[in-house]
């Protein structure tokens, strides 16, 4: 990271740790020990069940690159041992809302995967929790209390609202908790304010009626008998050491069964949208719904381009789960700059093509989506370019995409006979 990459943080974080000052002197809670979801198992004080057993996922290849080569080196990541997923059945517990915490007898309960003196969370980077020094007990200030259930599904997550975490980190506990007879009526707790579309996800894996209670940011609801589903994926929202090292050292976790189970799930819900003509389909990204820029600067000899090869030009936002789900169930290639609506390859069949658009900076990573779709089955290249000068985070800063490099890599997706059938379709419409 740049000098200047390093001020514009540093300045973000001095900002937000007064804020976060502020809110910590109000905090007027007791010390809760921490406690991980197996220990809390092995001091007797909840039941699990193994849902998965532990994955040996194989070594997740390097990303690809067409034309323009990272700045940074982009290595074949290792082989991992996913710690299995579990359904744990605790009693008299409170749920927060838009957090990985539940409370049980004074105590903070946590996934196993969580590392305290790692990980730094959304609700201590809100000034709405304060770790102590030895990373052993955590004070949160904790919101008003909904009510009380007799039994309820946890859902809430503490990054629910981004469509690629919601499909990969949430979505998939439910399709792995679908056959179990006893849960199947029970109430489903969410973080309110999801948007429309990933509710009505849920409705495609459990059907309509379920019953669904939101919970609001950092309040909590009371609930006898909890059942609460390990993470099928995890991304550490913030690494406590970044300002010692200047290195943030991304880490992401995905379980591939949880994954292809999901898939598998929505697509035999969906299966009338199967079998019709397959698609190649452009991603085209919305400034309005998007959150953060990362806007292409040449996007018009992009699109241009995207034009010239015939592919069809489609924008998801505000779209349901279903009309996405028919738009991508016969996709066989999707071009798209980097963004949450990419984690719709969850619905295309295994083999599809994929190019992703993104910038290149010191210090990028490319493999949360890389990941992904290799889990998946799918072929991903990515083409990058130069990011523009300004006063922005440098992960949030527009870019722009060589032209050559992107018609490089449709070349490459899109096979001759094809190019040239399209290409004269395209040529005979403009004539007429």
């Not at 991903?380 to 722009?400: C, K, T, W």
Request: aromatic share 8%; proline share 6%; with cysteine.
């Amino acid at each position: 990271m740049s000098a200047k990459d390093l001020s514009i943080e540093i300045k973000q974080f001095v900002k937000t740790k007064k804020r976060v000052s502020r809110n910590l002197k109000k905090i007027r809670r007791p010390w809760l020990p921490l406690q991980s979801n197996s220990e809390l198992a092995q001091s007797g004080g909840a039941e699990i069940m193994k849902l998965l057993t532990n994955e040996h996922v194989s070594d997740f290849p390097a990303p690809v690159f067409v034309g323009r080569q990272p700045e940074s080196p982009q290595l074949a990541l290792p082989k991992k041992n996913w710690p299995g997923i579990t359904l744990t059945r605790m009693t008299n517990v409170r749920v927060l809302g838009n957090c990985n915490f539940i409370i049980r007898d004074g105590k903070a309960i946590h996934p196993d995967i969580y590392t305290p003196e790692r990980d730094r969370s959304p609700i201590e980077m809100y000034g709405r929790a304060r770790m102590d020094e030895q990373f052993k007990r955590i004070k949160i200030s904790v919101g008003l209390t909904h009510g009380h259930l007799p039994v309820a599904v946890n859902l809430c997550d503490q990054t629910p609202y981004n469509y690629a975490h919601w499909l990969t980190e949430v979505l998939p506990k439910l399709a792995l908790i679908e056959d179990i007879p006893e849960l199947c009526d029970a109430p489903i707790l969410v973080d309110h304010g999801l948007a429309e579309n990933l509710l009505e996800s849920i409705e495609a894996l459990t059907g309509p009626g379920r019953k669904i209670i939101m919970v609001d940011r950092y309040d909590n609801i009371c609930v006898d008998t909890l059942y609460n589903i390990s993470p099928t994926s995890y991304c550490p929202h913030e690494f406590r050491d970044f300002f010692k090292t200047n290195q943030r050292g991304f880490q992401f976790f995905f379980s591939d069964v949880a994954l292809n189970k999901l898939r598998d799930s929505l697509r035999r819900r969906y299966s009338k949208y199967a079998n019709c003509r397959p698609r190649s389909i452009y991603l085209k990204r919305t400034t309005l719904w998007a959150y953060n820029d990362r806007n292409i600067i040449n996007i018009d000899d992009i699109e241009n381009i995207i034009d010239d090869f015939s592919i069809e030009t489609i924008n998801v936002s505000g779209m349901s789960i279903a009309h996405q789900a028919r738009i991508f169930m016969n996709a066989k290639l999707i071009v798209a700059p980097t963004g949450a609506a990419l984690a719709n390859m969850i619905f295309a069949p295994p083999g599809c093509r994929i190019i992703v658009m993104a910038a290149s900076y010191h210090g990028a990573t490319y493999d949360y989506f890389n990941q992904i779709a290799h889990i998946l089955g799918h072929q991903l290249q990515f083409v990058i370019g130069p990011q523009a000068e300004d006063n922005r985070y440098h992960m949030n800063r527009n870019y722009s995409i060589d032209p050559a490099d992107l018609k490089q890599a449709l070349s490459q997706s899109i096979p001759r006979r094809v190019q040239e059938v399209q290409t004269g379709v395209q040529r005979s419409s403009r004539a007429a």
